[in-house]
């Protein structure tokens, strides 16, 4: 999408994004590529939840919406979590609506980019997928990303949902060529 406008998040934006969050990962809708919710149950993500992780040093969310019509909304947003020579992408989601126009590839080569700006000395890129969503799996594949021999448990504790079946992280990584 050429009108595409990609900003760090900023607090004004925090009950859209709630929404907006929520209803991409819970709500089933066809051309869904961020749906869990026959996988995962209650919300994704709270007010609270929110602000911790946007108050963090080391983290920077950026959003998306239409540049020359904010006021359509937010279209997603993607996150950045930083630890020393690797970061995290994560909060990754575009409105359902939205999805299956190339808006995530988009965010997704904003957020690398945008990465390597904020620290120069990066080695990779990392994230963590639920290993039943295949399709995702897939995709960030064919975006450079591998998956790596880490599996890690569902983050019952992190209330971000009740996992309707037995579900892990898988861990994807994408080298960054210096």
Known sequence: ??????????????QNLV???????????????TSEQSIVAGA?????????????KNVRLFVADIQDNPQQGL????????????????TFCVAAAWQNQGIG???????????????ANLKCYEMFVLDARSELIEYYERC?????????????HANVGI????????????????
């Open 1 to 14: 999408m050429k009108n595409l406008s990609l900003r760090t998040a900023n607090s004004s934006d925090i």
């Open 19 to 33: 929404i907006l969050i929520n209803q991409a990962y819970r709500t089933n809708n066809a051309a869904s590529w």
């Open 44 to 56: 994704r993500i709270n007010e609270q939840q929110l602000r911790h992780f946007l108050a963090q």
């Open 75 to 90: 279209l997603g947003c993607i996150g950045l979590t930083f630890q020393q020579d690797t970061v995290e992408i994560g």
């Open 105 to 119: 590839r988009q965010m997704l080569k904003y957020a690398e980019m945008k990465a390597q700006e904020i620290c």
């Open 144 to 156: 450079g990303y591998v998956k790596t021999a880490c599996i890690e448990n569902y983050p019952i």
């Open 163 to 178: 996992p309707l079946i037995d579900l892990k992280l898988q861990q994807m990584k994408k080298s960054i060529m210096q």
